[in-house]
């Protein structure tokens, strides 16, 4: 990657000496409540690499919120100080939603009085009758295939410090919006908002969704590698989600599997590796923090935004 201009690069060795101590090591219930999202997770690098992005996230909200009593100052009038949000990008697969729950769960046991909560952007992918209508079921992911407009007001609510916000919500087992069901967001402090398209910014909008961000991390890696974990997940899921009837995937998961493999093949080809190099690749170089992933999933590198 040659962003070496607006980034400092470390290695993991050079990481993880940044923040060692003061940090208590995780407890044994917390390392249970890891696993059992993620069994596969190495506890190494929640050591090793999260601690210290934790630790500068805790930096960079101490001065967000010191500029914000600054301002409030300023222009005589105190302000609550707006939630602290913070936003996730990469390729569908490269380990996004892996990512943000880890976070969530650290920076809850940095804030123990803070409400840290997590959304993920497909909730705002327009419902299947409308991407039908526009031609764009083979676009879901793309930018056409959301509703900015919910989203930004969405993160304008948030900011205004709306108490309690409802959004929709994506369902991957029926692969379409669920109706007349939301996610309730209640009292945020801090908002993790992860998706492909959180760096983005949509031709027909004014305002960027990273304009609300004030943290924001590009989890990056090798696009081969990434379509095999596409690919890994999508056979464990054959094997177990995809295997209630009412799921989206059924058919393929009671026919022969070389066919439903060649269909995701197909599907990370043309959708989701076109959907990488188009319109989420181009946004790396705008996130705070790049987290670059290994094929075991450790991260090697991490860049750090210069200025
Ligand atoms: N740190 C990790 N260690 C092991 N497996 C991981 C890790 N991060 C992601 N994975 C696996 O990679 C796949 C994609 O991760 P996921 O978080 O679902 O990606 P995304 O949200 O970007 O689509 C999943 O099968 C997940 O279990
Ligand atoms: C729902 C997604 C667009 C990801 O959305 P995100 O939460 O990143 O906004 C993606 O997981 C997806 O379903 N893509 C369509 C092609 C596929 O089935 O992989």
Redesign the pocket.
């Known amino acids: 990657m040659n962003e070496s201009r607006k980034y400092h690069r470390f290695s993991r060795e050079e990481w993880k000496s940044f923040y060692r101590n003061g940090v208590p090591p995780l407890t044994e219930d917390e390392l249970q409540e890891i696993k059992s999202f ?1 069994d ?3 506890l190494q ?1 929640v050591q090793e690499i999260y601690i210290p992005i934790t630790h500068l996230i805790k930096l960079y909200m101490k001065e967000y919120e010191s500029l914000q009593l600054s301002k409030g100052l300023f222009i005589q009038s105190f302000q609550d100080v707006p939630p602290f949000i913070i936003g996730i990008a ?9 990512t943000a729950r880890l976070l969530q769960m650290m920076l809850s046991r940095t804030f123990k009085r803070r409400n840290v909560h997590l959304v993920t952007t497909d909730g705002f992918l327009y419902p299947n009758h409308i991407l039908q209508e526009r031609g764009l079921m083979n676009d879901k992911g793309f930018p056409e295939s959301y509703d900015m407009e919910l989203l930004i007001n969405f993160l304008g609510e948030v900011k205004s410090g709306k108490p309690k916000i409802k959004l929709p919500i994506y369902s991957h087992e029926i692969y379409d919006i669920v109706p007349n069901e939301y996610q309730e967001i209640i009292e945020p402090d801090i908002l993790i908002v992860e998706g492909i398209n959180v760096l983005q910014l949509p031709s027909n909008q004014q305002i960027y969704m990273s304009d609300f961000f004030d943290f924001s991390i590009f ?1 990056d890696a090798d696009p081969k590698t990434i379509e095999k ?1 596409y690919l ?2 999508f056979e ?1 899921l054959l094997e177990t989600a995809f295997q209630n009837p009412s799921n989206f995937y059924y058919p393929y998961a009671v026919g022969p599997k070389d066919k439903a493999i060649a269909m995701a093949k197909d599907v990370w080809k043309n959708v989701n590796l076109r959907n990488l190099n188009e319109f989420i690749l181009p946004t790396r170089h705008h996130a705070d923090l790049i987290l670059r992933k290994q094929a075991s ?1 450790e991260i090697s590198d991490i860049y750090l935004t210069k200025y």
């Open positions: 993620n596969k997770i190495s690098d990469g390729s569908v697969a490269v380990g996004k939603s892996t989890v974990w890994d997940r464990a999933h």
